[in-house]
């Protein structure tokens, strides 16, 4: 039975049939390919990868440089400067043999170069697409801004100064970067600023598809193809480079929803639930959701943007289910957004004395993870979850499923609030069977 911590339990791994091995390894965060094409769309904005890095430590160091390199701003001279040494001690550097006589290119300067770029500018576009999603109720106007010199693809060129609704079905795969190198962005407008350029809306009609090499197989001379969309419009004809497929703004927007979709696909019971508990207990995950509220909490303008918390386990979700009669089903994934944080950091909670210091918001996500107890609150007016922290100190309020507005429309439970406990109080509930205990104990 695997571990109840992130780490890898390669006999469990070993014991079971390869297909839930996959799963599981891919649900702890692990994915090495060798052929960059092995991992084609929304996989690259969801899990990182790099062509040929076999070996688990090669990936995590070129992701872990390169992410620091990215938030830190550091040059790609010092980049590649930093990460050589570190790549040619563990063997992933300089060309190579396989096993069938093919040579390889594995690290080089060159190709750190590239992992630098591509990786900032997904990055980049995602950022960009979150921000202009949620405030497309005022810029619901999305314009194709295409970098007009020498080195700019005519096909992306079809595509500039064009303009459409933020809902049009283009953006789903020619939101840029619609190829490697791709320079192109988007511009979001409001209606005001959209009259005031004298700019028409087109709407994308019908976007066509067709096969695209994305590379050969040197052993067999196969062809690898995938999908590509193409568009006509009266500046020329815009496709998107293999590979490129898709919007990597809500590929990683719906990370967590498309990892529970296939969680939630594996026949094995136990393994689903080991696996929710090794990402719940995953600490790169626990230090973004501390990032996020320590630069959101008591700032201006909370909106509907949100950071995933965790998953809810499939014990705890098979309960909602039957404590609610089943007029509850929790949607799994557990968000929390920017005015639920602000309502749960509310000056009224602060002057009761209930309202938690900056960690304590920092820490929602651990108590996710690793509750004391769960209980279901069965009050008309609440039907929630409530989540206690490991000295029942503090309470973390869920509803399941959200009724919030969170974009994009996706289907999740949230987080509404989180201030201090009352044991006798929480006691009192449980005596008077207003609230049930589902999970741990007090």
Not at 124 to 143: F, I, T, V
């Amino acid at each position: 039975m695997p571990n109840d911590n992130n780490e890898l339990d390669m006999g469990y791994v070993l014991r079971l049939e390869p297909e839930l091995a996959v799963d599981y390894l891919k649900a702890k965060g692990v994915n090495i390919t060798w052929d960059w094409h092995e991992q084609l769309a929304e996989a690259h904005a969801r899990a990182y990868t790099v062509a040929k890095a076999t070996r688990a430590e090669v990936l995590d160091t070129l992701r872990w440089a390169t992410e620091k390199a990215i938030a830190d701003g550091v040059p790609e001279r010092d980049y590649i400067k930093n990460l050589e040494p570190m790549l040619k001690e563990l063997g992933w550097w300089g060309k190579t043999v396989d096993e069938n006589g093919n040579t390889v290119q594995l690290g080089s300067p060159r190709r750190l170069k590239t992992i630098l770029r591509t990786n900032k500018s997904t990055a980049y576009h995602a950022g960009r697409y979150m921000e202009q999603m949620a405030n497309s109720d005022e810029q619901p106007y999305w314009q194709y801004v295409a970098v007009k010199d020498s080195r700019t693809r005519a096909s992306h060129l079809a595509l500039d100064g064009k303009v459409y609704r933020f809902d049009d079905p283009i953006w789903d795969t020619m939101y840029p970067p619609n190829d490697w190198g791709c320079r192109c962005r988007v511009r979001a407008l409001s209606e005001f600023r959209l009259k005031k350029n004298g700019l028409s809306v087109s709407e994308s009609g019908e976007i066509k598809t067709e096969s695209a090499v994305a590379g050969v197989n040197k052993d067999t001379g196969e062809e690898i193809r995938t999908e590509v969309s193409k568009i006509k419009t009266d500046q020329g004809e815009m496709k998107v480079g293999a590979g490129w497929n898709y919007n990597v703004g809500s590929a990683a927007v719906g990370t967590d929803v498309e990892l529970i979709r296939k969680i939630t696909q594996l026949k094995n019971r136990e393994l689903r639930q080991q696996t929710i508990t090794a990402i719940n207990n995953s600490e790169e995950r626990h230090k973004a959701f501390e990032y996020w509220v320590k630069a959101h909490l008591g700032q201006r303008g909370a909106g509907g943007r949100y950071m995933s918390a965790g998953f809810v386990t499939t014990e705890i979700a098979e309960k909602v289910t039957a404590l609610s009669e089943g007029k509850k089903m929790s949607e799994l994934v557990l968000v929390m957004t920017e005015r639920r944080l602000e309502h749960a950091n509310s000056l009224k909670h602060h002057q009761g004395n209930i309202g938690l210091t900056i960690e304590e918001y920092a820490s929602i996500s651990r108590i996710i993870a690793n509750p004391k107890a769960v209980l279901w609150d069965k009050r008309q007016r609440h039907n929630n979850l409530i989540y206690l922290n490991s000295d029942l100190s503090i309470q973390v309020i869920v509803d399941a499923p959200n009724k919030d507005k969170v974009k994009p429309n996706e289907k999740v439970d949230s987080i509404i609030n989180a201030y201090k406990i009352n044991l006798e109080e929480i006691k009192k509930g449980i005596r008077g069977g207003e609230l049930i205990l589902i999970q741990g104990s007090l």
